[in-house]
């Protein structure tokens, strides 16, 4: 057992040495997209068999993921599996870079919130701008070079990213069926998000989506919280909200939702399982609520 150790460790160690080849995620690609004088990636991971003969016929879901960098390995890694294992709708992932050149806290900040705040020193109130670039730039690519069902568009944000999706949903809910919203920074802006949906009201009513918020139990500023906002308490208004508005005697539209409050996570923790246990619920070839959504 010691020689047999011996030898393992002596191969791991030469493989360590001599093997300098970068990691790569299988079926990628990485393409740059212009929005006038800013520039992002896209990272896009085609599904298993997505070039297979028996498939050239077929369109896939595709999931949109904010934060690229950190998310998009994230997502990938937590999908394979269930993808592989048939356990889950196989579908398209496109990572969607910070801006190329720009540190990516201040490009989250400016592209991500939805109202200009003069309280913070980074540039902020992009994000009708950057709606508009996944609009007219991203969306029409993935569909003119990728078979992709349009019908099937989930977007994936978290933090100030799941505040986008929100926005999204309220100003643009036309562009995406699905969200995944993990730990949503609700609370920007002394709360604006809700006064779009007070002002949306009639908008939700007519949208039929399907939405999954998912937040860290340690997600709030009472005791034991970890946050400097109490960002259990909006999301669980978000939720009512949108509940609220769901009209019974219109079957045909409303909004699917669903919380998440994920025990013992605080805000640098939860996303992880907001955004498995989202797509989940969405993609599960058992009981997803996807292809609820016509």
Do not use: C
Not at 84 to 110: E, H, P, T, Y
Request: a positive charge.
């Amino acid at each position: 057992m010691a020689l047999i150790s011996l030898l393992s460790l002596s191969a791991l160690t030469s493989a360590s040495a001599d093997d300098n080849t970068a990691f790569t995620i299988p079926r990628t690609q990485t393409v740059a997209l212009q929005d006038s004088d800013r520039s992002y990636e896209l990272y896009i991971k085609l599904p298993k068999g997505y070039s297979a003969e028996r498939n050239k016929a077929k369109h896939y879901p595709v999931i949109y993921i904010t934060d690229a960098m950190y998310a998009f390995q994230i997502i990938s890694g937590a999908t394979r599996f269930p993808m592989n294992s048939n356990k889950m709708q196989q579908a398209i992932l496109v990572g969607i870079s910070w801006q190329n050149g720009l540190r990516g806290d201040k490009s989250r900040v400016r592209d991500f919130t939805p109202s200009i705040d003069n309280s913070w020193k980074k540039q902020t109130g992009g994000a009708d701008r950057h709606i508009a670039f996944l609009q007219h730039k991203i969306l029409p690519y993935m569909q003119q070079n990728f078979r992709t069902e349009p019908k099937q568009r989930t977007f994936v944000g978290n933090s100030l990213g799941g505040l986008l999706g929100g926005y999204i949903l309220l100003k643009n809910p036309e562009l995406f069926r699905n969200y995944v919203l993990g730990s949503p920074s609700l609370w920007w802006d002394k709360q604006m998000i809700f006064e779009v949906m007070k002002q949306q009201k009639k908008t939700l009513s007519n949208i039929k989506a399907n939405v999954f918020i998912g937040i860290g139990a340690l997600e709030h500023n009472r005791d034991g919280g970890l946050s400097n906002f109490d960002m259990v308490a909006d999301a669980q208004q978000f939720k009512t909200t949108i509940d609220s508005i769901n009209s019974p005697k219109n079957t045909a539209r409303g909004i699917n939702s669903k919380l998440l409050i994920i025990d013992e996570a605080s805000h640098e923790t939860a996303f992880p399982t907001s955004a498995i246990q989202g797509l989940y619920w969405l993609f599960n070839l058992n009981n997803g609520v996807s292809e609820n959504v016509n």
